[in-house]
């Protein structure tokens, strides 16, 4: 299964990730090391990806569904 998510903070060795149905503490070492906060984060299966080209739009929407 295929989730799009936001990558919210990074705390040491984990890294937050918000999803659309909540938010997951996973070791760091899983995400590409080019990944930085507000990146989104393609999980598929038990891989994540860099989605560049979603990042700033993505994020917007997750910002905008919060707010309200």
Same mark, same amino acid.
């Given at each position: 299964?295929? *989730? ?5 903070? %990074? ?13 997951? +503490? %996973?070791? =760091?070492? +899983? ?8 990146? @989104? &984060? %393609? =999980? ?10 979603? @990042?700033?739009? +993505?994020?917007?929407? &997750?910002?905008?569904?919060? *707010?309200?």
């Amino acid at each position: 299964m295929i *989730k799009y998510g936001t990558l919210v903070r %990074i705390e040491g060795k984990y890294a937050v990730l918000r999803w659309n149905n909540g938010s997951s +503490f %996973i070791p =760091r070492r +899983f995400l590409p090391s080019e990944a930085r906060v507000g990146d @989104t &984060i %393609i =999980r598929d299966n038990h891989h994540y990806y860099l989605e560049e080209d979603m @990042t700033p739009n +993505f994020d917007a929407l &997750i910002k905008q569904h919060y *707010k309200s």
